[in-house]
């Protein structure tokens, strides 16, 4: 990869934990990054806004999408589909803008695979059973979607070591600090590479003749 290019930053985390109050700090504090945003099957909850939260799209245009190759990863997630839009993601990349993708562990795999210079960042509870108590404060699902939920989180924190990072979410204000560091050190990181690159000496070759 050039490395003039943005990184590409992966953010997941089971539901339930946070991912959303996090990522909003850390937009408030960091600049030269855009949010990707995604395709979904799933219905639109009120206060959403199309474009802005999600792409809402039918179950058809949903897999048009994936014929035509235009989804850099894409998942089911109790029982609806999730994609990124490719082209999106390449573009911004390419003019030096890092990009958030804030997606479930599955796509998260997917994406590492076909660009292992992403950065992976895993979101978790501070324990599972302040996951629980987090899942039930919202008090808008039956028992069983809770509980349902729960297993797909433990699940989920499976795949903790195919991760670059591990934040925890004790506070958002805190974690969206972390978050901030890691990404400005991954930054960092490349600008090294960079003058490391220009300061290699230039090889002492030998002419014969
Ligand atoms: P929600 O329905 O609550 O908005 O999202 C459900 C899950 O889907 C969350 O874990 C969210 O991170 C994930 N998600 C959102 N967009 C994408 C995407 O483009 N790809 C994948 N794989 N997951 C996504």
Redesign the pocket.
């Known amino acids: 990869m050039n490395s003039k290019m943005g990184n590409l930053i992966v953010f997941?985390?089971?539901?339930g934990v946070g991912?959303g109050t996090v990522v909003k700090e850390l937009f408030q504090n960091l600049d030269n990054l855009i949010f990707?945003v995604?395709?979904?099957t799933?219905e639109k909850r009120s206060g959403e806004e199309e474009g802005k939260?999600?792409f809402f799209r039918t179950n058809h245009e949903f897999d048009e999408l994936i014929q035509a190759d235009k989804l850099l990863?894409?998942?089911e997630?109790?029982g609806?589909k999730?994609?990124?839009p490719k082209d999106f993601v390449f573009e911004k990349l390419k003019d030096g803008t890092d990009v958030f993708?804030?997606?479930?562990v599955?796509?998260?795999l997917?994406v590492k695979e076909k660009f292992p210079e992403a950065l992976m960042i895993f979101l978790l509870p501070p324990s599972i059973d302040e996951l629980e108590a987090r899942l039930r404060k919202r008090a808008t699902e039956p028992e069983e979607k809770i509980l349902l939920r729960l297993a797909k989180a433990r699940d989920e924190m499976k795949y903790i070591n195919d991760f670059d990072f591990s934040v925890i979410n004790d506070s958002a204000q805190r974690a969206g600090k972390e978050l901030r560091e890691i990404i400005l050190n991954r930054r960092i990181e490349k600008k090294n590479l960079l003058i490391n690159d220009y300061e290699r000496p230039i090889p002492n070759v030998q002419f014969q003749g």
């Open positions: 997941t985390g089971p539901s991912k990707s995604s395709v979904t799933r939260n999600y990863e894409w998942a997630f109790v609806n999730y994609g990124t993708l804030e997606i479930e599955q796509g998260a997917q």
